[in-house]
């Protein structure tokens, strides 16, 4: 492959439009804008731009760019955070979402296929006649194809899991332009190597994710939700682990540390306690709710929970988790004019609360300001740390803290990533983490892209 | 590699006497033992057994092997079902039965970290008074290596998954005796490649398994238990369906066809109705499971089920969950001397009566005998064909029927195995069922094992 970015061909270009028509663009606004994500990571914009329709489209797309070794980088709305869709090498980016239809839902078996570039939203909107629903909320309205590409998950993992457990399977056009389909419609199988868990989380770096086939869940007949206050962190997640193991399904379980709840309370006008506090969501039957909300409430107390606010009322249940909704723009608001750059960690539940303790003293005696938001239930947090995108100084501080972080997690048993993915911004972390086996995972990605055509310099370096 | 089996070079075994000491045998009849399962399928033995005390001693036989280019076959318990211990290619067999160390409980995580010799009884006894345990219920008392290495799941499935939800991480000697982690001890990681979810259901065909770090779940403080028969298998099927789209977080739901339960009534001397029966078993707290069974029960009621006997009772619970437990015994004394194929074709939920109806009426116009019990929550159900070893005309019938019931398994969107996996006895289905994607698992097989010494002759032909 090109380790510089090299002008596309005319031959190419010319071979591209033959597939997809005047669905190609070479327009520099439409390359910068598929060449960078939501991160801070600097953008690389690929050589052209193609709108694909149908799985054959991007077969031919890939098998026209491996004839010739040029990179291919898979794109579905953009919201990543560690330069997943960055084209670093060149090459062509193959934009998904115009793919986006929801090709069949199958009400009996709990499950639908979709096209990759179908939003979360979307699809929640077009099933809710059908009584079901897909949980996996990241919170960016992402893109189904990409929310696997990257093993999303979010606030409902505690209950659902994350994407590694809904996708059922998946079509997949390979580095060679084959399409292969990863399993089929069963709920379970022994069938081979799970090639369905191979695609999720591969982020573009073995194939073009082109359909995929999720679980979906009953609307619950009731929810819940619920806000405590507690003295301290530790409380705060000693009540989620005794939660947890007490079995209580909770929904959704969200941590905002003091600096969090303060930043809401002014974005928001609220007036929360500025403490740690938990969002909670419970889905049931109207008394399997009340009684699940009582358990909880009785275990927080012990732990210290000078309130708890319960309610059942749809507008009530909002309004309580709006706190958590604007978390990320209220943090912003702290330093007007300021980026944000989101972490992601995840730890064994019984390491929580001194890695958030730790890494909140490492935040104050670095001068930064970063509020502290965690899918508790998972042991995993995001800070954002507020930089001013000019000041170089701050943003090495930053980097070195998000550094000294990481390796906290990896110590105490725990992932450099929870949910965000690699991308390029991880790739060495990566090793920090699995050592000997990113070996395994670089074997198996040059035997199935063996000519590194597949969104390179992600995930493995080659 | 060696298409024949070869015999071991003294000069092997005298490497391998200086790993393991004594702990090496050549008998006839432990190598007998070793390469047979408790299948139909013909054993063969293999040229040594090693008992394995350590990570370290299975990377160094496997280090010993690989030099000749010699087959590594890991052994567990040998219950497995699709020849999947057969030395095909003669070789060592490395039995881990000894690496039976519960290494660490994480009682707050609500994880464990085994070797690979651990059976499933054995750690629930070993959990007893953490008050967590582990859901995983193949039936037999198979070892945790070996229920990872063949993606095992059973009764309890439809609530807590199969094995690929609950490892969260392996260690593993690789066919080139390094040995990896697979991942840390996270609920969910986005780091990389899933190398969890390549190792579970890999037969031992990329590497061997010799630590996992399980998901535990905490023992609920109520148990139910129902038992409801209904006049066609439609009926019964239809409750499952209702039952789960409602959300009814039921813990297990086995079907037994009339076959099945007349079988039982003679066998244990009980008298069930011998109709389409389910059993039911429910977790929670005790407010709970009296509102899963009742909601149960009116779903059932609306499809006519006649009776419905519930009950919290431990020593109850036990007597109706009998019935279920006796099944394959039951099923062998209806023809007394007959061995037993079991069969483990798993489709979508919607297609599950019409593929039992018309496997029914396959087996009758086949002659032949077969109870059929299912795990119907996942749409995974097992026939029971009874077989006399020396009819050769009977056999062939029998694998027939097996081969038409795959098919149409198949034509369903299902898969030729739900939990069993595919040993040598399944891999001709796989490129039924998989198609073009086998030669991506084979690629994948190349890559990590180049001279195909990782048990040989299984999932995929190289």
Known sequence: MTAEPVELSDDLLSELRGIVEQRLS??????????HDESYHLGHPPGAVVFAHSTEEVSAVVKACAARGV???PFGTGTSLEGHVAALHGGVCIDLSQMDAVIQVNAEDMDVTVQPGVRRKQLNEYL???GLF???DPGADASLGGMTATRASGTNAVRYGAMRENVLALTVVMADGRIIRTARRARKSAAGYDLTRLFVGSEGTLGVITEITLRLYGIPEAVSAAVASFPDLEAAVNTVILTIQSGIPVARVELLDDVQMDAVNRYSDLD????STLFFEFHGTPSGVEEQSAMVQDIAKEFGAADFQWTTKAEERTKLWQARHDAYYAGLALRPGSKGMATDVCVPLSRLAECIVETRKDIDQSGLIAPIVGHVGDGNFHLVLLMDPDDTDEIARIKALNERMIMRAIAMDGTCTGEHGVGSGKIDFLVAEHGEAVSVMRAMKMA???DNIMNPGKIVRI
Do not use: C, K, M, W
């Not at 070479?26 to 060449?35: D, K, L, V």
């Open 26 to 35: 070479t327009s520099e606004a439409i390359r910068e804008q598929h060449g």
């Open 71 to 73: 990179p291919v980088i």
């Open 128 to 130: 809710r006649d059908t």
């Open 134 to 136: 897909f949980p996996i």
């Open 272 to 275: 929360y306690p500025v403490q």
């Open 448 to 450: 199935l892209d063996p």
